[in-house]
């Protein structure tokens, strides 16, 4: 009889606004591990400077110094943090570098070339994937622009809660150098995946099938969206572009109007200040509607995987967006997502990652008493994303809602200050 | 301390004339004609007395760029020691006379903040006066307020938006592709546009809340339809679009053009998607362009059916697009109508007839707003606005077949009026009120003015008005219309707008909408729907019309259906960011 998983565990760690998953597969023989995603941009209360190392250790130890499998679904630090090396290797990424790592899956989009081989993308064309790429490292620099812009005092005046938005999303969307050249080197092979990729994880997890449901390449996306992608990374490849123009013109005290007289904006008489106040006030948030903007753009290039092993279906689709979701959902595999047993609740519980359609789609959602319930993962912390009264707040309040009306909930945000981790357990071939 | 400027330099009583000339770029910078010159005109704008801003009775420039933090100070004055209105940017005596002083008149203008400043204040007033004169009322911003604040420099962005809680219009400047810096406040269609958001706001609040696609969209396409049809009151700046020849040389001679520069293809390319663009060419990607692709859509009645067409951007195109081929297939009727010489046609001729479409054209899409429901408002009801418009003024269509036209071509991008609530020619059935009517109880001159009279009256006839009663009415206003009459005689209505509002749980969708609950929406869901109607009285205090979106109807259905989607059925809409999120969209293409 072929090996087969008889149980599946999932770890989810508590790293505060991050995700981190560790799955053990029990097999007969051993068991197998898959780490889905490991990072954080805010930490758990009272969490010691070493949290995520400690995360590290504990996994490390979990798995016996091996993982069959890890998959980070998109950059974002929030994902991939825990993933960063120390220079004096002690880091959490030099951690996971020590363990036997057979595969690694990230989203096409971190491919570090357009592949010309049958396992590439199919893409519109190379030079459409490269703009791609720059477009996603442009994100990065827009990023530190609106950061700097926070630093440097172009801001100041600004209502704080403004501020601290921006450099939330701004943090999240830095980019992590040293976590992303250390998945890159990590495991003996690395696949780059898309929608509907054969992606071969059964041969170090035998039984399991893996189902790639996002993200959808460029030209799968054109087939629905009858918009070419290659402008809109036209339009990020110029943003930091514009912070950075916008600023530079600030530092070096170019005058747009040179002889022209002006009143400097803290010394405005009485007739111009509130519209003036207002002025400023919109700039930031026009700012902040571009670091909103690229955070979702990112968060659409994640890997949304679907597992099934021994009956049941375990979903994990990171932080994939409405945009990304539309794909999978107009796509021929949507009807696998009926079955889903295991629900990691998408981009901890904001509005846009778990669309309605999707969520109407789980057959096994129902009151506790329903037998073989739904059961649902979410690794949140409240307070940190999105704003209550625009409906943004992250986790959602009506998504809850739904969550603990209608599945088995288990949220980081919930469980004991202290705890390394919440366990959940699946018994298969029931 | 030093007090703050406030008063004018003016110290005797204003002229007494009802408009004043300023000078604006009339299109856009990037409009150069063959002798170097730039498309500057002067235009009438209602006459008041400025102080520095300039700051009238409805606008005020306050010339803040956030991006530098600096303040740019107006020091133009715009009346002279007797109090006689001035332009202060008016072309000196020797630039009419030497093309090399015109020229460097104009850079000087081009580079002049205050310069700037004026000619975003005279297009916003202009287009105000517009409104107003198609309405023949005051007409309010989407504010409190009754200045409109206008930032010229805003920021560093190449982006400009109205935004009703910060009550303004912003305008970005960014580096364009040349090198040089483009100000969106010196084009003419960027601020006309603007400006149509916030008085189309105050015209009708609701049409900013979550609704269809088809809501948003209208807000663009008016907005464009606007910005387009206005630059044909500039009969000089037309001509010369079309035959590029500077007035003063023509020596008496008439000015003629070829027939082939005439077609509906070749004057969509010239004047109308063809003008200048300087936004769009100097967009750093280009995609600016993209504003003015509306009116290339050629006809197809799926379009509105097709995904791209659901982005209200997009959409709006289609609505834009429809204005736009029906008021080029009336002026092409117009001009096969002029007598050739040797072939070619009289340009004055040819530009006085678009002059003239456009402005009845305008006229009809402004006043059309009077009768459109106040909430929910879709294509079909705009069209039956529109005909209903132009039927109260126009009744018999038979010399220049407007609405027959209209009707025709938006049929063909798919748009057809209501099926219910018309008569077979898209126009708004007139009021039949299914129970008699009781005017006894209220005051006919109160109802002239008065919310809460008006408020009454619904109340008491609400059932022959169709309202249920389940949703909180709130009487939004009571406004005159004054017009002239097809006999010529002055008619004064009176336009009163009523919007229900339901907050409802799931459970009561069904009950109170009369549609079925989305798929997978809890009983528990707070859901808030909109219905309401548009009264109008006529001269003797009797409901000529009442065109009502009313809460119980089959539209809810799609509506919350897609509200429920996006998980939006009961989020209010974000007052700042709903125009600026929208048009940065827009400019990126």
């Given at each position: ?430 | ?371 459109c429901p106040p909430t929910d408002i879709d294509f079909s009801a705009y069209l039956a606005a529109l005909l209903t418009a132009d039927a109260e003024v126009v009744p018999d269509d038979s010399r220049f077949h407007y609405r027959a036209t209209l009707a025709e071509t938006f049929r063909a991008y798919g748009i057809a009026p209501p099926t ?170």
């Amino acid at each position: 009889m072929a090996l087969a998983p008889t149980k599946v565990t999932l770890f989810s760690y508590q790293v505060g606004f991050g995700d981190c998953f560790l799955l053990r597969f029990h097999y007969p023989d051993r068991d197998r591990h898959a780490l889905i995603d490991f990072g954080s941009t805010g930490k758990p209360k009272h969490a010691e400077k070493d949290h995520m190392a400690k995360v590290a250790r504990d996994i490390a130890a979990r798995c016996g110094g091996r993982l069959e499998v890890v998959v980070a679904t998109h950059r974002h630090a929030d994902h991939i943090s825990g993933f960063a090396t120390d220079p004096d290797g002690d880091g959490p990424g030099d951690i996971i570098a020590g363990l036997a790592i057979d595969y690694v899956v990230q989203p096409w989009t971190e491919a570090p070339d357009a592949a010309k081989d049958s396992i590439g993308p199919e893409i519109s064309s190379p030079q459409a994937f490269t703009s791609r790429r720059m477009a996603l490292a442009a994100m990065h620099e827009t990023s530190r622009h609106a950061l700097a812009m926070l630093d440097d005092g172009s801001l100041h005046r600004v209502p704080k809660a403004i501020r601290e938005e921006l450099e939330f999303i701004g943090r999240d969307n830095l980019s992590n150098l040293s976590a992303v050249e250390n998945l890159m080197r990590l495991g003996r092979r690395r696949f780059y995946a898309w929608h509907g990729m054969d992606l071969p994880l059964h041969r170090v997890l035998p039984g399991v099938k893996t189902h790639v449901l996002g993200p959808p390449t460029l030209r799968q996306t054109d087939t629905i969206r009858k918009q070419r992608s290659e402008d809109e990374d036209e339009f990020w490849h110029l943003a930091p572009l514009r912070l950075s123009g916008a600023r530079a013109a600030v530092a070096e005290g170019e005058a747009l109007f040179p002889g022209h007289p002006t009143e400097p904006g803290n010394r405005l008489a009485a007739q111009w200040r509130w519209f003036a106040n207002r002025v400023e006030q919109v700039q930031a948030e026009q700012v902040l509607s571009l670091v909103r903007a690229l955070d979702k753009q990112m968060n659409n290039t994640s890997l949304i995987l679907l597992f099934e092993v021994g009956g049941k279906s375990l979903l994990f689709p990171g932080d994939a967006q409405i945009e990304n979701w539309r794909y999978a959902l107009q796509s021929p595999m949507a009807e696998k997502l009926t079955a889903v047993d295991l629900y990691k609740v998408g981009h901890h519980g904001s509005l846009n990652a778990t669309p309605r359609s999707l969520w109407a789609r789980f057959a096994k959602r129902g009151p506790s008493t329903k037998k073989g319930r739904l059961t649902t993962v979410m690794s949140t912390m409240p307070g940190k994303h999105g704003k209550e009264e625009r409906g943004t707040e992250v986790p959602r309040a009506t998504l809850l809602r739904a969550l603990e009306t209608d599945s088995e909930l288990h949220s980081t945000h919930r469980a004991p200050e202290g705890q390394l981790f919440q366990e959940v357990t699946l018994k298969l071939g029931g | 301390m030093k007090l703050p400027k406030l008063r004018s330099s003016a110290r005797t009583a204003p002229p007494a004339g009802n408009t004043r000339r300023l000078m604006i770029v009339a299109k856009d910078p990037g409009v150069t004609f063959a002798d170097g010159s730039l498309a500057f005109a002067e235009v009438d704008v209602p006459a008041e007395n400025l102080i520095p801003g300039p700051t009238g009775y409805r606008v005020k420039v306050v010339d803040y760029d956030a991006t530098a933090q600096v303040l740019y100070l107006p020091r133009a004055s715009y009346s002279d020691d007797a109090g006689e209105p001035v332009d202060p940017f008016a072309f000196p005596a020797e630039a009419e006379a030497s093309q090399e002083a015109r020229l460097l008149h104009q850079a000087r203008l081009l580079e002049n903040p205050n310069f700037h400043a004026q000619n975003a204040y005279a297009i916003v007033m202009r287009t105000l006066a517009r409104f107003e004169f198609a309405l023949g009322r005051r007409v309010s911003w989407g504010f409190r307020g009754h200045q409109l604040h206008v930032a010229p420099h805003a920021f560093l962005e190449a982006n400009a938006f109205y935004s009703e809680e910060d009550q303004g219009l912003f305008f970005g400047y960014f580096p364009g592709l040349s090198g040089a810096t483009v100000f969106t406040c010196l084009s003419h269609d960027i601020v006309a546009h603007e400006t149509t958001h916030a008085l189309l706001d105050g015209l009708r609040t609701h049409f900013t809340e979550p609704s269809t696609p088809d809501q948003a969209a209208f807000h663009e396409a008016l907005a464009d339809v606007v910005a387009l049809l206005s630059i044909f009151s500039l009969p000089e700046i037309v001509g010369r679009i079309l035959r590029d020849e500077p007035p003063r040389t023509r020596d008496g001679r008439i000015p003629l053009i070829e027939p082939e520069k005439l077609t509906v293809d070749a004057l969509t390319d010239s004047v109308i998607a063809g003008l200048g663009l300087q936004v769009g060419r100097e967009f750093p990607d280009g995609h600016g362009a993209a504003l003015r692709q509306s009116v290339r859509l050629k006809p197809d009645p799926t379009l509105l059916q097709q995904p791209e067409f659901l982005e209200e951007h997009r959409r709006g195109e289609v609505l834009a697009a429809a204005m736009m081929r029906a008021f080029l297939t009336l002026w092409r009727r117009r001009i096969d109508q002029l007598g050739t010489f040797e072939g070619r046609y009289n340009l004055d001729m040819v530009v006085e007839s678009g002059a003239k479409v456009a402005d009845h054209l305008l006229t009809m899409a402004i006043r059309a707003i009077d009768y459109c429901p106040p909430t929910d408002i879709d294509f079909s009801a705009y069209l039956a606005a529109l005909l209903t418009a132009d039927a109260e003024v126009v009744p018999d269509d038979s010399r220049f077949h407007y609405r027959a036209t209209l009707a025709e071509t938006f049929r063909a991008y798919g748009i057809a009026p209501p099926t219910e609530g018309c008569r077979e020619d898209g126009v708004w059935d007139r009021f039949k009120p299914k129970e008699p009517v009781t005017y006894a109880r209220s005051n006919f001159d109160s109802m002239l003015r008065d919310r809460d009279e008006v408020f009454r009256f619904i109340w008491e006839n609400r059932g022959a008005l169709g309202i249920d009663g389940r949703g909180q009415i709130e009487v939004d206003s009571v406004l005159p219309s004054v017009r002239h009459g097809p006999d010529g005689f002055l008619l004064k209505e009176t336009v009163c707008t009523y919007v229900e509002t339901a907050e409802l749980f799931g459970a009561e969708v069904e009950k109170v909408l009369g549609v079925e609950r989305p798929a997978g929406m809890p009983t528990t869901e707070r859901v808030t729907a909109y219905g309401g109607g548009v009264i109008v009285f006529d001269q003797y205090g009797q409901i000529k019309f009442h065109i009502a979106h009313r809460l119980r109807s089959p539209r809810q259905a799609y509506r919350l259906a897609l509200l429920w989607d996006r998980g939006a059925t009961a989020v209010a809409a974000d007052r700042r960011n709903r125009f600026a999120v929208a048009h940065r969209t827009r400019m990126e293409g």
